[in-house]
């Protein structure tokens, strides 16, 4: 069974700092693009960060600088380390898994094959 399972969330105040996992099971993780997405309240679902599968990354405008993704392929585990973070990043965090065409991790934000439940972040002012 293909799984991705989101964790780390929680709330912060703004200029803090969190760290999102997401475990991945049941399908060969080192072959696949990964991404986190984001969807605010009353907004469409966005793309924030994409690595794919030789490592090489890609981040939305809204979030360079102050967010890291990486990968641990031993671990079959994505991270999204998020520093300085903004109110405007209060939002349930998704991860996501593409098979990986070799079209660089631009192509990564699109027709995502395996999506986790989500961890919900809160950033106060």
């Known amino acids: 069974q293909k799984q991705l399972v989101e964790s780390g969330g929680g709330s912060v105040q703004a200029g803090g700092s969190l760290r999102l996992s997401c475990a991945a099971s049941?399908?060969?993780?080192?072959?696949?693009?990964m991404g986190w997405f984001r969807q605010a309240p009353g907004k469409e679902r966005e793309g924030v960060a994409v690595i794919d599968s030789g490592g090489t990354t890609s981040y939305a405008d809204s979030v360079k600088g102050r967010f890291t993704i990486s990968r641990d392929n031993a671990k079959n585990t994505l991270y999204l380390q998020m520093n300085s973070l903004k109110p405007e990043d209060t939002a349930m965090y998704y991860c996501a898994a593409q098979i990986d065409y070799g079209l660089g991790p631009a192509s990564c934000y699109y027709d995502m094959d395996y999506w986790g439940k989500g961890t919900l972040v809160t950033i106060s002012s």
């Open positions: 049941g399908y060969t993780y080192s072959n696949y693009c």
